[in-house]
């Protein structure tokens, strides 16, 4: 029955990290998927969310269904976080807001929507991309492409490119876009140049995909939003998609949302309701457990100053990584311009690396990079950082491997 299914090749991403896990070696270093380890180099179990599981467990309650859009909670809650509690899009009702699976099922509900509205749209995505995004959207049937984004001279954005790419865009073409700490690059635009993209955006009736799930990794919870803030100021309709996968330290938990921000109240109520139709073809709807966590300590002044710190501790650490990092090869490979650790910002790292460099890494050092040489920074702590930057800096002087 299955003769002719393929051998699947593996995930980009997950694959190098499986690799990492069977290495037998005992000093190894994983800078592969984007997860926030603390300095001690464990995943951490954030205090605020240990108390609120427990408060919620003790209630004992039913589980019944939730509804296909979610925990009304979590989602009110979500939109605060999102678009700022006092966004006059929230007070009018414009903004429809699901709780999904992670921020991946977030981009693929939005995906299987879309395609519904705009069965004949195609999407734009960053070069280089997310390596996950082009496979998402193409399977909910929607032909992917790409923009310009990375300049490797600078290390930084190819603005002119990008906005090139994407005036030349037909009307209702859609555009998946990084409000903060891009991926792969840790390459981020600046505010000034997100308000010439959103007039680009209006002026030519594209729709934006905003894919947020790193909110308070790159400046903090607010600013990292300052795009999609500026959108609803300028009177987009566009889709945002966030995760607190890596803010909240709960990958497994898969909590993440969908919001569309439309013209009207009722627009948004039309727009829920076939995203609840997607939904309902999909999953049914989602799990209550992490939602019900979250949505209780962001509702609570206390514990939302408390995730508050805990996430400026996180973006700390890995600023800290970042600039040491940068201090220590400019002293031992004094030749080597690795000021794109300092340039960049989030989780990323986007290296330059080419794959001879990081097989020797793999290879003669048991560091782990993923192919495109994107590092995940918070592999990095105080303990393994003199071994990473020495192997980083034999590979980079090593002639035969340019
Ligand atoms: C990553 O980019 O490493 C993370 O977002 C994890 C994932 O799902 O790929």
């Known amino acids: 029955m299955f003769q002719h299914i393929k051998a699947f090749g593996g995930d980009p991403i997950f694959r190098i990290g499986a690799a990492y896990q069977a290495d037998p070696r005992d000093v ?35 589980r019944g269904y939730l509804p296909m859009e979610g925990l009304a909670t979590y989602r009110e809650q979500v939109q605060k976080l999102i678009f700022g509690a006092d966004n006059s899009a929230l007070a009018q009702g414009r903004i429809a807001t699901i ?24 999407m734009w995505i960053s070069d280089p991309a ?24 600078t290390q930084g954005v190819d603005f002119a ?10 009307e209702h073409s859609i555009v998946l876009l990084h409000p903060c ?46 795009a999609i803030r500026a959108m609803v100021e300028a009177g987009l309709t566009f889709f945002v998609a966030s995760s607190f996968s890596k803010n909240f330290s709960y990958y497994a938990e898969r909590c993440g949302s969908l919001s569309v921000v439309c013209q009207s109240a009722d627009e948004a109520q039309r727009v829920l309701g076939q995203l609840q139709a997607v939904v309902r073809r999909i999953y049914s709807n989602p799990p209550s457990h992490g939602g019900q966590a979250i949505a209780s300590v962001l509702a609570d002044p206390e514990l939302f100053a408390e995730w508050q710190a805990e996430v400026e501790c996180m973006r700390d650490r890995i600023a800290t990584m970042r600039r040491l990092a940068h201090e220590r090869l400019q002293e031992i490979a004094p030749n080597y311009d690795s000021s794109y650790f300092v340039k960049q910002r989030g989780m990323f790292c986007y290296t330059g690396l080419n794959l001879a460099q990081l097989e020797a890494l793999r290879r ?27 192997a980083l800096a034999q590979v980079v002087t090593d002639d035969s491997l340019a």
């Open 28 to 62: 190894k270093v994983n800078l592969t998927v984007g997860l926030y380890y603390d300095e001690q180099g464990r995943l951490p179990v954030l205090d605020v969310a240990r108390r609120a599981e427990q408060a919620w467990a003790e209630k004992n309650l039913p």
């Open 99 to 122: 709780q999904t699976l992670g921020g991946t099922g977030a981009l693929k509900v939005g995906g299987d929507f879309l395609h519904l509205a705009y069965p004949n749209s195609e």
């Open 130 to 153: 997310w390596d996950n995004h082009h496979s998402i959207f193409q399977g909910a049937g929607i032909p992917t492409h790409s923009y310009r984004y990375y300049d490797a001279r």
């Open 161 to 170: 490119g990008l906005m090139a790419d994407i005036r030349a865009l037909p």
């Open 181 to 226: 700490c891009h991926n792969p690059t840790g390459a981020d635009l600046t505010d000034e140049q997100w308000l010439e993209i959103i007039d680009v955006l209006r002026d030519q009736r594209l729709i934006a995909f905003m894919d947020m799930a790193y909110q308070g990794f790159g400046r903090s919870l607010d600013e990292d939003a300052f």
């Open 364 to 390: 003669d050092h048991a560091v782990y990079i993923i192919d495109s040489g994107r590092i995940s920074m918070p592999g990095l702590n105080q303990d393994n950082l003199e071994y990473f930057v020495q």
